[in-house]
């Protein structure tokens, strides 16, 4: 139990490295794994930009995969390590049997539906007759290997949320190299172009997958998946449920966001600005995954001492993770302001689309500065079990502010492109601004009952 008792016991600042850097780098390494297939795509003769702007439709759907993979990794695990927290290993098994069945169920249902719609759901996710072939090609191979992505997606988490976040690195870390070595062969050299990268990424999945079931059935584990745990209880899988909810709203409604922004730049700017915002897309997650690691390996951390009722241990390794994070995004921030070109020239040659995603991106992402605060403060809620708050904010920044201003700004202004990307930054701020402030309400008081707790019981 010597990794269990460290979340408890190691001190913060070395607690955190230990399980934040394995994440941080396969969250980069993952990174790596999604940019490959842009990058290879974009450089693919004569239909570059086509073939990235028809990968940039197909964005939605893989966003919703993964949405649906953390409805229940990242519902069950925060709820996993809190029973840790209690010495309840039972209850933390019967919670990763759950997850386990739910996930399969998920994958051949979204396989079957998404596989039988494919043509009509890109057409609404912004496809045009010029670009709808390239997002077949792709789309049709990837939806057949989703289950792969909801079981390595989903039931990773249950890793890093034991403390194992080296072995969750090395989950990524093998789909990531299998993807990049696949991905030149089977684009170029097997000539098979978008579809070789979908291709590729199915296998990759694949085989992350079992080493992932491997991991979760073996004996370094805590919490064993196996027969006795595989049964459906209502009451456990409807609270990983009613958790998961907030970030599979966060990451479902990225889905719905890059409809409502592809559609809207196809009426005002046409297929070169959906190919520029597919590239921004993929340069965002240069901040966005880094961040997401930094929150997945602090996770347990916070979880695992709320539940032992350890608030100086909750708040200290809060605190590294908040400057950590501003740190690093306050680095990208500048970079990318600096020199976009930077990251723009790695997906695409056609003068035409660099020109306006160098010019668009200064204005996409002014607000992404704010964008540490609204992220590990929302995921701090959701590692201490408050779904409520955690959904609500989670609506808030995309359905509430972002999607509204996107059709309501270019009624105001007169360049309709320009307003469209304006949306974001200004719903950053606001969110990020809101979160904040409702987070330390909530935070200083938690803390408070729980010295109050602890202060009772001595």
């Known amino acids: 139990m010597k990794e269990k008792n460290i979340l408890g016991t190691m001190p913060i600042p070395r607690l955190f490295i230990k399980l934040t850097a394995p994440a941080v780098i396969g969250q980069i390494i993952n990174m790596l794994y999604n940019i ?17 702007t028809g990968m940039g439709i197909c964005m939605p759907l893989i966003i919703l995969i993964t949405a649906f993979s953390s409805l229940i990794g990242m519902g069950g695990a925060p709820l996993a390590s809190i029973a840790m927290g209690k010495d309840d290993l039972k209850k933390a098994e019967q919670i990763l049997g759950n997850s386990f069945l739910a ?5 051949i249902f979204l396989t079957a539906f998404f596989y039988g719609f494919k043509e009509e759901i890109l057409f609404f996710f912004g496809a045009s007759e010029n670009t709808i072939y390239y997002a077949m090609e792709y789309a049709e191979i990837y939806i057949l290997g989703s289950i792969f992505v909801l079981m390595t997606m989903g039931l990773n988490v249950f890793i890093s949320a034991q403390g194992f976040s080296l072995y969750s690195m090395i989950t990524v870390s093998i789909g990531a190299v299998i993807n990049i070595i696949l991905d030149p062969l089977l684009i170029f050299y097997f000539n098979l172009g978008i579809k070789g990268a979908a291709i590729a990424t199915v ?3 694949g085989i992350s997958m079992i080493w992932v079931l491997k991991f979760l059935i073996g004996h370094r584990t805590q919490i064993r998946l196996f027969g006795e745990r595989l049964r459906i209880n209502p009451t456990i899988l409807s ?10 709203i966060m990451q479902s409604t990225e889905s719905l966001l890059n409809i409502t922004l592809n559609t809207s730049l196809l009426k005002f700017g046409g297929d070169l600005y959906v190919g520029s915002m597919s590239i921004m897309a993929t340069i965002s997650q240069f901040l966005v995954l880094p961040l997401s690691g930094l929150v997945q ?28 994070g501003v740190l690093y995004t306050l680095i990208f921030y500048c970079i990318i302001l600096w020199r976009p070109s930077l990251f723009t020239e790695l997906f695409t040659t056609d003068k035409n689309l660099l020109q306006a995603t160098n010019w668009s991106i200064s204005i996409y992402m002014a607000g992404y500065i ?30 509430i502010l972002l999607i509204p201003l996107i059709y309501i700004l270019p009624f105001f202004m007169n360049q309709k492109v320009f307003a469209v990307f304006l949306a ?6 606001i969110a990020a601004l809101t979160t904040t402030l409702l987070f330390y309400r909530y935070f200083r008081e938690k803390i408070r009952e729980l010295e109050g707790d602890i202060h009772v019981s001595n």
């Open 36 to 52: 490959v297939d842009r990058i290879f795509i974009g450089k693919i003769p004569d239909v570059g930009p086509m073939a990235i």
């Open 103 to 107: 996930l399969l169920g998920l994958g």
């Open 203 to 205: 296998i990759a999945q």
């Open 239 to 248: 609270r990983i449920l009613l958790l998961g909810v907030s970030p599979f």
């Open 297 to 324: 390996g602090a996770q347990p951390i916070i979880s695992y001492n709320f539940g032992a009722k350890k608030p100086k241990r909750m708040k200290s390794g809060f605190k590294i993770l908040l400057a950590t």
């Open 370 to 399: 704010m964008l540490p605060f609204q992220i590990i403060c929302q995921q701090s809620f959701l590692a201490m079990g408050q779904a409520k708050i955690s959904l609500f904010l989670a609506l808030l920044r995309k359905i």
């Open 424 to 429: 974001e930054p200004i719903a950053d701020i």
